[in-house]
């Protein structure tokens, strides 16, 4: 089974500028997660999909980060305009149903991002 | 206090002994319970689910504690290849609330 797959893996760009992460979810997992990942701290989450719907954005900073899942299947993430204290890693995960709760979720390899 | 606990480390061991990783947990309501293991520079894979049984899976054994909130990681016999940091993940029953995870804990086994 292919595994969740993201692009691109590493991403530099300067303060102040936009940048669009992808994020495409193993066969079939209707829920997809976007967390964020700071040296030295466990993941974090920013936004849950539900297919094409959102079920929490409640820690995504809506002032300069957006999401969408339009179709269901694949998601993209933006943050505009970056600061410097979005360097992280952006993580993709999904899992098969969200009510099922012992479904465990599944990560990408994950988007390193360097603010300069 | 934190949702979800952890002692990041790091933990130092040598080949072949046996180590055990700890995690609290703030809602006493809940339900789901993970281990996650995080290589350096690589993305969290599922290592094994916390069942309230306690669950086995080679080396490596899985407990929870309700009364205390806490679960634990036990690794018997450890290898150069168990140097990792392990997250605990945990899931609030309510409906919208996602999995939590903690910082995370550093092992390192050394030959």
């Known amino acids: 089974e292919a595994g969740v797959a993201q692009s691109p893996r590493y991403k530099i760009i300067e303060k102040r500028q936009s940048v669009a992460f992808w994020c495409n979810p193993i066969s079939g997992h209707a829920t997809l997660y976007w967390y964020q990942q700071i040296l030295g701290q466990g993941p974090k989450l920013l936004i849950q999909?539900?297919?094409?719907?959102?079920?929490?954005d409640s820690q995504l900073p809506k002032d300069r980060f957006s999401a969408e899942r339009l179709k269901g299947v694949d998601s993209t993430l933006k943050i505009q305009p970056a600061k410097l204290e979005d360097s992280a890693v952006y993580l993709c995960?999904?899992?098969?149903?969200?009510?099922?709760?012992?479904?465990?979720?599944?990560f990408g390899d994950g988007t390193r991002l360097s603010i300069l | 206090r934190k949702e979800v606990e952890q002692d990041p480390g790091p933990f130092n061991v040598p080949e072949g002994a046996t180590v055990a990783f700890n995690c609290t947990y703030s809602?006493?309501?809940?339900?789901?319970f993970f281990w996650y293991r995080q290589d350096c520079r690589k993305e969290p894979k599922l290592l094994m689910s916390?069942?309230?049984s306690g669950n086995e899976d080679g080396r490596f054994t899985a407990q929870l504690n309700r009364a205390s909130q806490y679960i634990s990681l036990l690794i018997r016999d450890s290898k150069l290849s168990d140097s990792a940091t392990y997250l605990c993940a945990v899931n609030s029953p309510s409906g919208n609330t996602p999995l939590v995870f903690g910082k995370g804990t550093r092992l390192s086994v050394i030959a």
């Open positions: 995960a999904s899992s098969l149903e969200r009510w099922d709760s012992n479904q465990p979720q599944h």
């Open positions: 916390v069942y309230s």
């Open positions: 999909f539900q297919n094409n719907g959102v079920v929490d």
């Open positions: 809602n006493s309501a809940s339900q789901s």
